[in-house]
Nanobody, 123 residues
């Protein structure tokens, strides 16, 4: 069992930045590919980006060049740096852990989920 707790969300003006953190506890964090997803009310949860066991990162097109994922295995933490935020980035952001061999971009690739943190970007 892995427990994930996100933090760092909040209200920011368009063009601003936030850094989200996700702290893992339970099984060894370094064994999991990690992902970030986001979800708006009454919409499907969508993939934002992920980071593999080796540290390779990958992103959905809409956030490339603006968002950066990193991980600190010693601190059992994965980060999502959000820069140049836009109002359409307003969502609840979730981190997730995956035990699959190949990092995935689908919700069903991930075994464990955090509770989410709200990001609101004002225009």
């Amino acid at each position: 069992q892995v427990t994930l707790v996100e933090s760092g969300g909040g209200l920011v003006q368009a063009g601003g930045s936030l850094r989200l953190s996700c702290v893992a506890s339970g099984r060894p964090f370094s064994r999991y590919n990690m992902g970030w997803f986001r979800q708006a009310p009454e919409k499907e949860r969508e993939f934002v980006g992920g980071i593999s066991l080796s540290g390779t990162t990958y992103y959905t097109d809409s956030v490339k060049g603006r968002f950066t994922i990193s991980r600190d295995n010693a601190e059992n933490t994965v980060y999502l740096q959000l820069n140049r935020l836009k109002p359409e980035d307003t969502d609840v952001y979730y981190c997730a852990a995956s035990s699959t061999v190949v990092p995935g971009m689908r919700t069903y690739d991930y075994n464990y989920w955090g509770q989410g943190t709200q990001v609101t970007v004002s225009s």
